[in-house]
């Protein structure tokens, strides 16, 4: 069986270093790993990056996408050779559905009340929006978990994601055709889990994990993240084998 490559997607406020502790795991275990960088512009632009990438792998690809990182994967993972998609307390859109709108069906979480917008430049173009997390409220709710010192120099050196984003919707549900896995950060204040879980029970998720855990659940449980990712690798490389 040829294993699958993996593909990390990291999400909005962060960058692919969100994911060191968990490529680091997977590297130690022999897997190929790639964790490209997400321009956090608008979704149809990073789920054609996401997928040019796997597209670039020669064999199969599992996609796994954290946050803002699963809406991505959910478009980007109709890319012929990705035969898997983990979702890591992430969106798992519906074909014209947005984020705003998956959101909206649920209570807020501790996000929506501390996050800042701001205008950037747009070459010949009207400016856009930028959102992030408000400097002080970033360790409690999105870095929760973390060293505190840790927390306070990711809360400094957040990406934002354009603000556009947030109300793009999915052109294309890769779960409809290709296998899913899915962990629910259960005390995720980022993300209403309730959100998680509704998404992947639409989805039909092959396997949803449950870890009680805040949204970067990949920094602080590593390693039960890994073992989530492993199985879907090797189920997923079997069943593209078989096929």
Known sequence: MTTPA??????????AASWAPVTRELLDRGHTVLAPPVYLRSLAEDA???????????????LVGHSYGGAVITVAGVAENVVGLVYVAGY?????????????????????????????????????TDVSVKVEAFPAVF?????????????????PLSGAAFA?????????????????????????????????????????VEIDAPHLVMQTHPSDVADVIEKAVRAAGAASEAA
């Not at 054609?48 to 599992?62: F, T, Y």
């Not at 950060?185 to 029970?201: H, K, L």
């Open 168 to 208: 793009e919707p999915a052109t294309e549900a890769a779960w409809r055709t290709t296998p899913g896995w899915g962990i629910v950060s259960s005390a995720d204040r980022t993300i209403n889990p309730d959100v998680e879980r509704f998404g992947y029970q639409r989805a039909g998720l092959t396997e949803v």
């Open 143 to 159: 870095a929760a978990g973390l060293d505190p010192r840790a927390a306070e120099v990711l809360a400094v050196s957040q990406r």
């Open 92 to 128: 798992a859109l519906e074909v014209g559905e947005s984020l705003g709108e998956l959101q909206g069906g649920f209570p807020d979480s501790d996000l929506a009340a501390n996050l800042v917008f701001t205008p950037y430049p747009v070459a010949g173009g009207e400016p856009g």
């Open 6 to 15: 993996i593909v990390l997607v990291h999400g909005a406020f962060a960058d």
């Open 48 to 62: 054609a990056s996401v997928r040019a990438v796997a597209e670039q792998v020669d064999g199969p690809v599992v």
